[in-house]
């Protein structure tokens, strides 16, 4: 096993041009998480491209090469005796024992209770962040988003080979029932479905166990794949389901429904902003702390945003609502209302405004 450690030492690491993310890493240990294909990897490699060479090592720790057994008891001394200060274990698993070295990085879907790691959350590429892969900031740009979503990868991946790309991608990534789990999740995207709902649908084609399935469930939550929406003072009320990327509806299902689509690109987009949101019937999102409502309406028109507005008026009394932003492909403009500020705001501006 030392000799595998001294040539992974001697590798120079290879990177290709590194588009900067909203994420950045300092002399800090971390644990970073996020889904396949999120970046993880090209983000800890471009830090250690500002490192001195002698002083890191870096460990796919899904190389075939490695035996857990012989790496942990060899890393520790391997380390000390070449004076490594930035050790990162990527694709790490827990059966890798964690040792004392100045700066530990380790990259995983799942969060591992370490707690002396800043623990990081990196998901796909915002639109904002999507912006520095092209060439011009224009309307071509808000649809080629719309195509690509935001996997990195995606930028360097022909047109035709992009669904059996991701497809790939996946069967690597998650197991067969998390994959049937994610596919009809895939068909509800902004909806609400439930565990057991998953479960009534996938047991007349598959012979499957309940509680396999509700733990497959869970783990697709807690990696990332799936993401569930809390409806506003009603905790276990059935939850609205969105996917953790725009190009997965494409990628597993022929289903065709540009609204819902829209509304899971506005998620993604509170979400890695860190805003506090629920949903109410009529409400796509609600965001208290600004006491403000987000609805996703890519063709709307004042005639329409009226009606839609009638529709959820006792719920802007009820929460007091103060501003009611309708996200839209291009229409922009603004109505009066009694207690709330009405304006509607073309996507691409809304999600590079703050």
């Given at each position: 096993m030392e000799i595998l450690l001294e040539d992974l030492y001697k590798t120079d690491i290879n990177l290709e041009k590194f588009h900067f993310r909203k994420l950045f890493l300092e002399?800090?240990?971390?644990?970073?998480n996020g889904i396949s294909q999120s970046g993880k990897t090209k983000l800890v490699k471009n830090y250690l491209l500002g490192l001195k060479k002698s002083s890191y090592i870096y460990i796919d720790c899904r190389d075939l090469r490695i035996d857990v057994e012989e790496l942990n008891k060899t890393l520790s001394i391997f380390c000390n005796k070449y004076k490594i200060n930035t050790l990162v274990l990527d694709n790490y698993i827990e059966d890798i024992?964690?040792?004392?070295?100045?700066?530990?990085?380790?990259c995983s879907e799942l969060h591992h209770k370490i707690d002396f790691l800043t623990s990081v959350k990196l998901y796909p590429l915002d639109y904002e962040e999507f912006l520095a892969y092209e060439h011009k900031y224009d309307s071509t740009a808000l649809n080629h988003f719309?195509?690509?979503?935001?996997?990195?990868?995606?930028?360097?991946?022909?047109?035709?080979?992009?669904?059996?790309?991701?497809?790939?991608?996946?069967r690597h990534a998650l197991s067969a029932m998390e994959l049937d789990i994610l596919i009809f999740c895939t068909k509800m995207m902004a909806q609400k479905i439930s565990p057991y709902s998953v479960y009534e649908r996938l047991?007349?084609?598959?012979?499957?166990?309940?509680?396999?399935?509700?733990?497959?469930?869970?783990?697709?939550?807690?990696?990332?794949?799936i993401h569930q929406l809390q409806k506003v003072n009603h905790p276990k009320a059935i939850r609205k389901i969105y996917l953790c990327d725009i190009s997965l509806k494409s990628a597993l299902t022929i289903d065709k429904n540009f609204s819902k689509l829209f509304?899971?690109?506005?998620?993604?987009?509170?979400?890695?902003?860190?805003?506090?949101?629920?949903?109410?019937?009529?409400?796509?999102?609600?965001?208290?702390?600004?006491?403000?409502?987000?609805?996703?309406?890519p063709f709307a028109d004042e005639r329409t945003l009226f009606k839609k507005m009638e529709a959820i008026e006792a719920f802007l009394f009820t929460y007091q609502v103060k501003?009611?932003?309708?996200?839209?492909m291009s229409?922009?403009?603004?109505?009066?209302h009694p207690i709330s500020r009405v304006e509607m705001i073309p996507f691409d501006i809304w999600a590079i405004g703050d």
């Open positions: 002399d800090l240990s971390y644990q970073i024992q964690i040792i004392n070295v100045p700066q530990l990085i380790i719309f195509k690509l979503g935001g996997f990195p990868s995606m930028h360097k991946i022909s047109n035709d080979e992009r669904v059996v790309y991701i497809q790939k991608i996946l047991r007349h084609t598959k012979k499957i166990s309940k509680d396999k399935l509700y733990k497959s469930f869970e783990s697709l939550s807690e990696k990332g794949y509304e899971n690109m506005i998620y993604l987009e509170l979400l890695k902003s860190d805003k506090e949101c629920f949903y109410d019937d009529g409400i796509d999102f609600y965001l208290p702390q600004s006491d403000e409502v987000i609805l996703g309406m501003k009611v932003i309708t996200i839209t229409t922009e403009g603004s109505m009066s």
